[in-house]
């Protein structure tokens, strides 16, 4: 077990996701999904 702050988020992902795209491939998924910017903490 480990703890994480409370500044700390997770994204998890129920569809099969291409992990050869670089981080920020990654984050421009989430935030077309989401519709917000993930890197405003």
Do not use: H, N, Q
């Not at 935030?31 to 405003?40: L, N, P």
């Amino acid at each position: 077990m480990f703890a994480l702050s409370a500044s700390v988020r997770v994204a998890l992902t129920m569809e099969p996701v291409d992990m050869r795209k670089s981080i920020d491939g990654l984050m421009e998924l989430a935030r077309k999904a989401w519709g917000e910017d993930v890197y405003s903490g």
